[in-house]
């Protein structure tokens, strides 16, 4: 782990736990409301129930508070295959020769869907 993900887990392990202590309402706690235990901390009501749901979802590991990566998961943006599928049969239909076999030909292997619409539009 990254010496900046310790410095987050760091923070909000102790936050978490004295979250949980005083919803319980455990007798030996810090703060007798949550409000109480936001402004000791300098953080909003909002955020630590953010964190503490994250926590909660990640079965309370460390590596659950750590933010999640940015952009775009891998395939999401990819059009769905039946589709797809739907836009070659029409391709086909008006004459126009699959791009993946043109590129097969040319190439050695098939490339991309962006590869293969941009080629057949130009």
């Given at each position: ?37 936001c402004a000791a901390h300098h953080i ?42 739907n836009i070659m049969n029409a391709k ?31």
């Amino acid at each position: 782990m990254l010496y900046s993900q310790q410095i987050i887990v760091k923070r909000w392990i102790p936050i978490l736990k004295e979250y949980e202590r005083t919803k319980a309402k455990v007798t030996p706690r810090q703060f007798k409301f949550i409000k109480d235990l936001c402004a000791a901390h300098h953080i909003s009501r909002k955020e630590l129930s953010r964190y503490y749901r994250k926590w909660v979802e990640g079965n309370r590991q460390p590596e659950a508070l750590l933010p999640m990566k940015r952009g775009a998961r891998p395939g999401s943006r990819r059009t769905p295959k039946p589709i797809e599928r739907n836009i070659m049969n029409a391709k086909t239909s008006l004459g126009v020769r699959p791009t993946h076999c043109t590129l097969k030909n040319h190439l050695g292997e098939p490339k991309g869907q962006s590869m293969q619409f941009s080629t057949v539009s130009s």
